[in-house]
């Protein structure tokens, strides 16, 4: 390539003809693709560098994110660490024709964030998807194929009771009059795959004595002061089960799950709370309307077990997984 075949032209339209040093003939056009062909090789030594710097930067990043994950523990876990508990957990979908199919879609997301916890919890349970069909399955294959893929999850189109050894089943109820204390790793515990606000009122106790299987509710009131009604949505019972398994308290995995707008305050701390509710009451409008909305909850019961799961199905939305 000859530099001064460039140097020598003096076209000024836009494909003309210039004569170069040598014997050849170059148009505009061509003598541009040259000049940037010995750009590019000029600067071949300044890609490398650059290339390698990215590189280089990318690797510190790489550190800097492990070193932040082992830093801080509640970020996401590396898999690795995992201990994997025998205990089986199990969503039952046998409800799907109970829903509409904006509460279906709520449930899917539960759903997904189920696996998603389990995935990165440090004792993942076996975890069980049963009955899975109807307008749920349709609306996994419509949102995201990707279920398909999923790890570590029996999904089964069949009934639990179907699979499973009735003597191993425990169906998890807020309306048991039994409360857990332990959690028995050889049993299979299982959660009412259901978003229903409550309208269904004790459908997942009736259908564990139906099938005449042991049940249980989560020893919530022992803990825990709410200032709604005990039933929880799906996947913050999976997530406090999980929660257990690690900390092995009780407490302290309610109130690592629990959102705030739950209400939730540790038994024997009402008070203070109620304290610091008055004193702040003067100080601000905000809290006023916050007082006038707990009277509302107070004498509204009803309308609060519907907001209560509501708001939480909610806020599983908004989480990515
Ligand atoms: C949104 S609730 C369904 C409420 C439904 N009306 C019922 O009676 O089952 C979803 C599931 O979470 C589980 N669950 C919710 N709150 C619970 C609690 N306090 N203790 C044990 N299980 C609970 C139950 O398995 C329930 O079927």
């Given at each position: 390539m000859s530099s001064d075949v460039v140097s020598d032209s003096r076209a000024d339209g836009n494909d003309q003809e210039v004569q170069g040093g040598g014997s050849e003939t170059l148009s505009?056009?061509?003598?541009?693709?040259?000049?940037?062909?010995?750009?590019?090789?000029?600067?071949?030594?300044?890609?490398?560098?650059?290339?390698?710097?990215?590189?280089q930067q990318r690797k510190l990043e790489r550190q800097t994110q492990v070193e932040d994950r082992t830093d801080c523990p509640d970020?996401?876990?590396?898999?690795?660490?995992?201990?994997?508990?025998?205990l089986r957990l199990v969503?039952?979908?046998?409800?799907?024709?109970?829903?509409?199919?904006?509460?279906?879609?709520?449930?899917h997301k539960q759903i997904q964030r189920c696996y998603a916890e389990n995935r990165r919890a440090a004792h993942p349970v076996q975890f069980y998807i049963t009955s899975h069909g109807g307008q749920l399955k349709q609306n996994m294959d419509e949102i995201n194929k990707g279920w398909v893929n999923w790890k570590d999850v029996h999904i089964k189109s069949e009934h639990f009771h179907e699979i499973l050894s009735k003597d191993d089943l425990v169906y998890l109820t807020s309306d048991s009059p039994n409360i857990l204390q332990e959690l028995d790793e050889a049993k299979a515990y299982v959660i009412g795959g259901l978003v229903d606000h409550n309208h269904h009122k004790g459908i997942s106790f009736e259908r564990a004595k139906e099938l005449g299987i042991a049940h249980a509710q989560l020893p919530l009131s022992s803990f825990v002061k709410m200032n709604s009604r005990k039933v929880l949505a799906v996947n913050h019972v999976f997530e406090i089960m999980l929660a257990y398994l690690e900390k092995?308290?009780?407490?302290?995995?309610?109130?690592?799950?629990?959102?705030?707008?739950?209400?939730?305050?540790?038994?024997?701390?009402?008070?203070?709370?109620?304290?610091?509710?008055?004193?702040?009451?003067s100080d601000t409008n905000e809290t006023g309307k916050q007082n006038s909305e707990n009277e509302k909850d107070q004498t509204n019961g009803k309308q609060e077990e519907h907001e209560t799961e509501h708001n939480l199905s909610d806020s599983c939305e908004r989480t990515d997984v």
């Open positions: 505009k056009r061509q003598r541009k693709k040259l000049l940037k062909q010995q750009q590019w090789e000029e600067q071949r030594d300044l890609r490398k560098q650059k290339r390698k710097e990215r590189k970020r996401k876990r590396i898999r690795k660490e995992a201990e994997p508990s025998s969503i039952d979908c046998s409800f799907d024709s109970l829903m509409m199919l904006k509460d279906v879609k709520k449930l092995r308290d009780w407490k302290e995995a309610f109130f690592t799950v629990l959102p705030q707008r739950k209400g939730a305050v540790p038994v024997g701390q009402e008070n203070k709370q109620k304290q610091d509710e008055d004193s702040e009451d």
